[in-house]
Each structure stands twice: as C-alpha cells, then as structure tokens.
C-alpha cells in the first residue's frame, strides 16, 4: 500500500510534474516519428523530431521554475534524449546507409555520455568543473560554469537540425529546388558546428570518466 513519507516522494508524487508531462509528450512525437519514417513521409519526420528536441530545451527550465526538480526526472529526461539521438541517428541511417560506420561512431559516443551523466546524476554528485586545456577546452567554451553558453547551445542544436536537413535533402531528392538549395546550404553551414557537438560530447565523456569517484563495495 502507497504511504506518503515527509522525507522521500515516490512517483505518485511527481508524475504529473510539468517537466515529466513535456517528457511525455516527447515520447509520443518520438513514437509518431517512428512512424513516420516507415510511412516516409521525411517533412513530418524532421518537425516531430525538432519539436521533440526543441521541448528537451525548456523541460529543466520548467523543472527548476516549479521547483519540481528530481532524480527521477532527471534520468527520464536523460532517456528520452537517448532515445531522441537515436531515432534521428537510425533516419540517417534509413536515408543514408553508406554512413552507417560513422553514424555507429557517433551512437556510441552519444550513448556512453549520456548513460554516465545520468549515473552522475543518480549519485547526485556532479564533479566540479574546472578550467580544462587541450582536446578538453571545448568544455571551457561550451560550458564555462557547468551550464550552456551561448555558443554552446548553438552547437547542441546544430548537430541535430544538420542531420535534419541531411535527411530532408536525401528524401526530396530535388523534388522542390528553392527548399534544396536551403537545405544543403544549412548542410554546409552546420557541418563544422554539427562536429563540434561530437567533440564536445567526446569531451564531456572523457572528463566525466577521469573525474568519477564511487564508494567501494
């Protein structure tokens, strides 16, 4: 039988939490994106799946606002991120298999990081961050102070809209020429930024990975 407990809350307590409701949503457009790449039907795939991420920019926002912040929240938002990545990394697959190799790279990368910084969050013991050089500085220009800088968000969305406008401009195929042109130069725009995310995610991972401290067992 569920008892309410003044030190503890249990999911009967936050799963109507506004963040947890914009996860579920995201879940569905995911769900729908889904489906819609099978239908193929890639201008419906690409707004569902940036809406999807669009709403991963405001739910920790919407969290802390409400003061509604929770582990648990945490690693479902950290969840539905991974499965976000996927599902735009499995279209690009879908649109172009001969990237296959790099894709998996890049899978892997965004999968590791994310399962170690939701153990990270788990333990709710964030490592301090300090000012890194060499491959690590990027972690210094996106997130000086342990939160998203400017240039930072830029490059957390433009990995995801490059893949976007991969995708859409494989699909149409030419079909409509101004929205080709647009698309491919967003693909040469993005390319260079859609790499940094990697590296920054490479970083991160690293840095996480040397910094992390357990109790024996």
């Not at 899978?107 to 788990?122: G, K, P, Q, W």
Request: proline content about 4%; overall charge positive.
């Amino acid at each position: 039988m569920y008892k309410k407990n003044k030190r503890f809350i249990g999911f009967r307590d936050i799963w109507l939490y506004y963040a947890n409701l914009i996860g579920y949503l995201r879940i569905v457009l995911c769900i729908i994106a889904t489906m819609t790449i099978v239908m193929d039907v890639p201008v419906i795939t690409g707004g569902l799946i940036f809406t999807a991420i669009l709403l991963d920019w405001i739910d920790g926002k919407v969290a802390r606002f409400f003061n509604q912040s929770t582990i648990f929240g945490d690693g479902f938002d950290w969840s539905i991120d991974l499965f976000t990545s996927l599902l735009l990394l499995v279209w690009l697959v879908h649109c172009e298999p001969k990237a296959l190799p790099w894709i998996t790279l890049v899978t892997v990368i965004e999968v590791s990081c994310a399962l170690f910084d939701f153990a990270i969050v788990a333990t709710e013991r964030y490592p301090k961050r300090d000012h890194y050089g060499s491959f690590l500085i990027i972690l210094d220009w996106c997130t000086p102070k342990g939160s998203y800088s400017t240039f930072g968000t830029f490059i957390w969305i433009s990995f995801p809209i490059w893949v976007i406008s991969r995708c859409l401009y494989i699909s149409l195929d030419g079909a409509f020429p101004i929205t080709n042109n647009l698309l491919l130069t967003l693909q040469y725009a993005l390319f260079l930024p859609a790499l940094l995310c990697v590296w920054f995610n490479l970083a991160l991972l690293i840095a996480n990975i040397g910094r992390w401290r357990e109790v024996r067992r």
